[in-house]
């Protein structure tokens, strides 16, 4: 899979952060593409975490037997509301995003928190992508023809989701809540839900195993603890909280 349209698409769908009232927002400030975007690790420091992920539950295992069961169940939820908000967040954007930095958010996008997420975001991808191509794990859709609720898999073959283990909706969710809840740490529950949540939903949307949701946020939470080591994460951190916690001034009742 070309993971480059992916991660355009991704980082575009950063939540837009509401500036301070004053001076006037500023143009919002367009996500660069993942040929131009660079994180805050190396290309060698980011994939230093690769050894930290396991492979994929092997067939008959305890863990791949949850793996079948949970996608088996899922089939009950098709057309539910969970199926609903599934279809919503296919670009990791939705509601409960909203919701979770509560009115510290407005129509234009914050440009330091944008940066933040857009720049972590990057790290993830060398090493999911590796993962991906080492692994070549199929999705659970291919196995059965199943029903899924997005549209690149309704041919049943879903070639153009790529490999599903480990999951990216899931990491980069769990990656920008763990960075937001530092940003935003009064929001730090509900922002954690969010992220718990962007990947309960590529569950319920029927596009991955479990394993692969649970270990695309492990690879997440590993490369986080690299980020948070570094001078420019920790400094863009900082922006990103004062532009926080300016907008819940200029917004927030």
Known sequence: MNFKPFVAATLLAAPALAQPAAPPAAPPATAMSAATTSGYLTRDAAMSILPLLPPPP????????????TYAVSASGVGSPAWKSAIEQ?????????????CAIGKQPGRATQALLTRAAADFVPPMAAAKEKFGRNRPFTTDKGQACDPDAADGIGEALGKAYPSGHAGIGWLWALILSDALPERADAIRSFGQATGDLRLACRVHWLSDVTHGRILATALYQKQAETDAFKADLAAAKAELAAAALATCP
């Open 58 to 69: 092997v067939k008959n295992s305890p863990a791949e037997v949850a793996d079948r069961y």
């Open 90 to 102: 296919l670009s990791i954007r939705s509601a409960s995003f909203q919701q979770a930095l509560g």
